[in-house]
Nanobody
């Protein structure tokens, strides 16, 4: 497993941008999949984006064209660049990792979450 720490959340006006960071406790180059989830009050947790070690990214439809997920292996950090933010993006954002020891398709490591609030 790996320890993950998110940062970069905050309050922003609609149309603004934020970059979330997810710092890992060890090298992420061999981590199969890393991703970002979010959970808004009263709603189920939602998978926002994933990035594989091979460089393939996937996004939920609601953020396509606005969010970009990327990994910096040299810094052991994953990012989520969020542009043109909307009030409906307000949520706690969590990073997660499917490491070498996790069952395929299962995120076994999670961060503590960072709050993103978008005002209208």
């Amino acid at each position: 497993q790996v320890q993950l720490v998110e940062s970069g959340g905050g309050l922003v006006q609609a149309g603004g941008s934020l970059r979330l960071s997810c710092a890992a406790s060890r090298s992420i180059s061999s981590i199969n999949v890393m991703g970002w989830y979010r959970q808004a009050p009263g709603k189920q947790r939602e998978l926002v984006a994933t990035r594989t070690s091979g460089g393939r990214s996937n996004y939920v439809d609601s953020v396509k064209g606005r969010f970009t997920i990327f990994r910096d292996n040299a810094k052991n950090t994953m990012y989520l660049q969020m542009n043109n933010l909307k009030p409906e993006d307000t949520a706690v954002y969590y990073c997660a990792a499917e490491t070498e020891t996790d069952r395929r398709g299962t995120f076994g490591s999670w961060g503590q979450g960072t709050q993103v609030t978008v005002s209208s």
